[in-house]
């Protein structure tokens, strides 16, 4: 499903000098699996995450999605393939503090959807319910507590019905107890829909969801079948 | 819910910010639309008010041309003299098509023989005449008879049966002229009969007699034959007649014009400096906006928003903020201008005409199309910048 080939990473740090975040990396992510990429903060785990959905342009190697080269498509046909076929989940609150929980669920469906607008509405209802929140259509974010807000950014993540869903560290900001929901969530979804998930995180703890884990260190696949 | 909504549900939840966005667009709106509507007012009045004298070169005594600008622009009475027999003289010189004596009067100040103080008064020879006399023709189907006077815009009777009271005498308004903006609107036009008939009543009718000293006019009206060179006449005159001074239509009111032209400069100056710091204002806004917005842009890149989608939601937030500016600047400096105008006509010593509506409505546009290109300019670098960030880097902390 997703490939990566050789890919690497540099950031420039000003003065000439540059940063390698990724390096020589070659992953194959296949459809189905809970993938689950453990690290230290600085192991390169997010910028492989943003690689993988086409976010950043690698420095070198390739990023391939069901096949195609993401960075030889066009901006618009980069952005409908991450609109239809991803789904994201942030490590910080992303939901938009001027729309209600209702209006950033249906987000998505602005860039792009093959759903009517009944059916985005149902839809948008459905998952809302699915997570717990189906009595928040009409508050704001800010009226919702931190694993709230995860819940509602889960359910965005859903809306497009994506083959595969990228999770930055979606438990880093929970407490012990809202983190362990949100990974049972995550694993119902993974079982129930059998939706491919990708999620990185710093807790060796929660490699048990997954069907699969690898480790970075310092930019490479230290540990795990890549 | 679509690019609209979005830029209006955040225009909404930013409500500081989208304040000084306004707030600016509708300084430059509405200081840009109400120069130009004082401008082109005191302008347009100008115009009209020489095309009311209706004569190519005007005839005064020297030193007095400045009396009879103000007495035309202001309607501050004048009083000066010269020989009826200029008349003569003029109308033997070659090009000259037609010639037209007039008498500038006044009512007195303060005294009940006059039904308003201090009115400028413009008697006519309707034999001569081709200025009020084609309009009389025209409007009212019949010429002035003795004892009947035209007004400008502003007059208006008040003792019943159209009389007015002047030194005494009572005048019947036949009709008002269209207004001008000037002077002219506070005047009154009768015939040298008219003129003659009330000097002569008003030493027993008056507090104070009307004195129109023998044989005398106080200017010629002197409209050429198509083609003739005008300064050539004007030379003519110059030589035919010594002690009087021939202004040409088109250099009429030129102190005005000269005082027009200072006071446009330093006001295009002043809404120049006020431009420039409104655009560098709402740049340094939107800049700090999209700065401070980086991630949630980041975010809408993820979920699947093009470099378009994000340019133009930043730019339709400028727009509908520079909208919203901007017609609320508009409407204040239209209903300020309006409220206001005879008070700025006072203080700035200019004649002043409302436009007309389809004048009015294009400067409208205009105001309205300067907020939307400001607000525009101002957002679309910042626009530029965060829309072509690489959307990774935008949600990096």
Redesign the interface.
């Given at each position: 499903m997703i490939t990566l080939d050789e890919v690497s990473k540099d950031y420039p740090l000003g003065r000439g000098n540059i940063v390698t975040a990724v390096r020589e990396v070659n992953l194959d992510i296949t459809p189905g699996e809970f993938l689950i990429i453990v690290g230290r903060s600085g192991s390169g785990k997010t910028t492989l995450l943003n690689l993988s959905a086409g976010l950043t342009r690698p420095t070198s190697g390739n990023v391939m999605l069901d096949g195609t080269n993401l960075w030889d498509l066009s901006d618009r046909q980069q952005s409908t393939m991450r609109s239809q076929k991803i789904g994201f989940i942030f490590q910080f609150p992303s939901l938009l503090p001027t729309l209600t929980v209702f209006e950033n669920v249906v987000l998505p469906t602005v860039f792009g959807t093959r759903q009517s607008s009944t059916q985005v509405s149902e839809r948008a209802r459905q998952l809302l319910q699915n997570v717990g929140l189906g009595e928040k259509l009409a508050v704001f974010p800010r009226q919702l507590s931190a694993g709230q807000q995860q819940r509602v950014v889960i359910a965005r993540a859903l809306m497009n019905q994506p083959e595969v869903l990228l999770a930055d560290e979606p438990t880093s900001n929970l407490d012990e107890k809202t983190e362990l929901e949100i990974m049972d969530l995550f694993r119902d979804l993974h079982l129930s829909m059998g939706i491919t998930i990708l999620m990185v995180t710093h807790t060796r703890q929660l490699v048990s969801y997954g069907t699969r884990a690898i480790e970075m260190s310092a930019g490479r696949i230290v540990n795990g079948k890549k | 819910?679509?690019?609209f909504q979005?830029a209006l549900?955040?225009i909404?939840?930013?409500s500081f910010r989208s304040g000084v966005v306004s707030l600016c667009a509708l300084l430059v709106a509405a200081f840009a639309l109400s120069t130009t509507l004082l401008m082109r007012g005191a302008e347009n009045s100008l115009r009209l008010a020489i095309g009311r004298l209706g004569a190519d070169i005007i005839v005064v005594p020297s030193g007095s041309e400045a009396k009879m600008e103000s007495a035309l622009l202001m309607g501050v009475p004048a009083r000066f003299w010269m020989p009826q027999d200029n008349v003569n003289k003029i109308s033997g010189l070659s090009g000259v098509e037609a010639v037209s004596p007039q008498l500038y009067l006044a009512t007195l100040t303060g005294a009940s023989c006059c039904s308003v103080s201090d009115m400028f008064m413009i008697a006519f020879d309707p034999a001569s005449d081709f200025t009020i006399q084609p309009w009389l023709n025209q409007a009212v189907g019949n010429d002035l008879r003795l004892g009947e006077v035209v007004g400008g815009s502003y007059i208006f009777a008040t003792e019943g049966d159209q009389n007015i009271r002047v030194y005494g005498y009572l005048v019947t308004l036949r009709a008002n002229l269209e207004p001008t903006g000037t002077g002219l609107d506070q005047s009154m036009f009768f015939t040298f009969n008219t003129a003659y008939d009330i000097a002569s009543k008003s030493a027993i009718q008056a507090e104070e007699p009307l004195v129109i000293p023998p044989d005398s006019i106080s200017a010629i009206l002197v409209k050429v034959t198509p083609g003739t060179d005008l300064y050539a006449v004007s030379t003519q005159i110059l030589q035919a007649l010594p002690d009087a001074t021939p202004i040409l239509s088109s250099n009429m009111f030129q102190s005005y014009r000269q005082q027009m032209t200072g006071l446009l400069k330093t006001i295009l100056v002043i809404i120049g400096i006020t431009w420039g710091l409104s655009v560098l204002l709402i740049g340094l806004v939107f800049s700090m906006a999209a700065n401070e917005r980086r991630?949630?842009l980041?975010?809408?890149?993820?979920?699947?928003?093009?470099?378009?989608?994000v340019f133009q939601s930043l730019l339709t937030e400028a727009s509908l903020l520079a909208f919203l500016g901007g017609a609320t600047g508009i409407a204040l400096a239209v209903l300020l201008v309006y409220l206001f105008r005879k008070l700025l006509i006072v203080s700035l010593g200019f004649p002043f005409l409302l436009p007309s509506l389809p004048a009015l409505f294009f400067q409208i546009a205009v105001g309205l199309f300067l907020a939307l290109f400001s607000v525009n300019l101002a957002a679309l670098f910042p626009a530029i910048k965060i829309s072509r960030q690489?959307?990774?880097?935008a949600?990096r902390?």
């Open positions: - | 819910m679509n690019i979005l549900k955040n909404s939840g930013n991630k949630e980041g975010v809408l890149r993820a979920l699947g928003a093009t470099r378009r989608f690489d959307p990774a880097v949600m902390e």
